[in-house]
């Protein structure tokens, strides 16, 4: 079997599992609907570990553009450090993101949180008889989803897709957008393949910085741990601003510093870029209109703000996975990693 077989044929399979993931949510949409208006929480809670956590992060942002109290917490902090989290007198919902829906925080914390708090829980995952699937007050299982590789691709970008629909479903938010999504995707991969190949076989890069704010931050620290998971390279994320205050001091001609560039502070953040430039860095901007970064991923333009987030992945997830192979490692097993985290200690 050729190195990262299973993981490139997951990523360039997106397009067709995105549209399983709208439809798993358009059928459990009225579900979702009534549960939240009978359970009527004054907070959400989203978790998860890993990818999922970091998506979650996402996750809890979009909710809070629908005009919902919520946070993100990795999930063995809901479970170690609940006083931190719960408050007294408030109505919490939990929403739980697992790939597997068999990760031991996440299972635990959720058991936790029907012991002390007593709300419904929401699962969205990629394992429709999973523990988590099966224990929670409503599921959205996108079997088609999970994957042969340890490092999640077509898994967190799928269940990426449905929880940007539960926040616009609770905005109001008219959805068709989402339907050109799955040829959007397709047309990133084609486009930019090469571009992503190109920079992942490049020997002068050392280090990679994946800049991100407010719900792209999240996206950003995917992007990060997929580079470290599959190839061992150096790689970190920031917010994007924040990368002035410490860390640009790594930035030289051996670094790669990757913008996701949001419409709303797009002025900031190309800015950003263009010091690093100056310090040598290498620069790749993803924005949804042109910028003047030499190398440029273009986002179609038409998508509101809120369907955006998962579009800024796939083509980071090729680029981590040709520097893998460029290193000599098999992405579809990481180093001293599982697709499942089992633990007996909690």
């Not at 798993?24 to 809670?45: C, K, Q, R, Y």
């Not at 970190?236 to 709303?264: C, D, K, Y």
């Not at 090729?318 to 089992?342: E, F, K």
Request: hydrophobic share 45%; glycine share 6%; aromatic share 6%.
């Amino acid at each position: 079997m050729n190195a990262g077989q299973h993981t490139v044929q997951e990523i360039y399979s997106q397009p067709r599992v995105w549209a399983d993931a709208l439809a798993v949510f358009e059928a459990g949409e009225s579900t979702f609907s009534d549960l939240i208006a009978a359970a009527e929480p004054d907070h959400v809670v989203v978790t998860g570990c890993g990818s999922t956590y970091y998506l979650s992060l996402t996750a809890a942002r979009l909710l809070r553009g629908a005009g919902i109290d919520a946070q993100a917490r990795p999930a063995s902090e809901l479970l170690l450090f609940p006083e931190s989290i719960y408050l007294p007198g408030r109505k919490y919902a939990l929403i739980t993101v697992s790939r597997s829906g068999a990760t031991t925080e996440t299972r635990l914390a959720g058991s936790a949180f029907k012991a002390r708090i007593g709300g419904p829980i929401i699962t969205v995952t990629c394992d429709s008889g999973s523990p988590l699937a099966r224990k929670s007050d409503l599921a959205f299982a996108i079997d088609s989803a999970s994957e042969k590789s340890v490092a999640q691709t077509r898994s967190f970008s799928s269940m990426c897709l449905v929880l940007q629909q539960m926040a616009a479903a609770l905005a109001g938010h008219e959805r068709t957008s989402s339907l050109r999504l799955p040829a959007q995707c397709q047309q990133l991969l084609d486009s930019f393949g090469d571009l992503a190949e190109t920079l992942g076989a490049d020997r002068g890069i050392e280090r990679f910085f994946f800049l991100g704010a407010d719900m792209l931050y999240g996206i950003a620290c995917e992007a990060m741990l997929k580079m470290k998971e599959m190839s061992l390279s150096y790689s970190e994320a920031f917010h994007t601003l924040e990368f002035r205050h410490g860390p640009m001091s790594m930035a030289a001609e051996n670094a790669l510093v990757v913008g996701l560039i949001s419409a709303q502070s797009a002025r900031q953040e190309l800015q950003v870029l263009r010091e690093m430039r100056r310090l040598g860095a290498q620069t790749l901007s993803i924005a949804p209109f042109a910028t003047d970064s030499p190398r440029h991923i273009a986002l179609p333009d038409d998508l509101p703000v809120w369907n955006a987030p998962v579009l800024y992945l796939p083509v980071l997830q090729l680029l981590a996975y040709h520097r893998a192979l460029r290193n000599g490692q098999n992405p579809d097993r990481p180093q001293n990693l599982s697709a499942v985290i089992s633990l007996a200690d909690l």
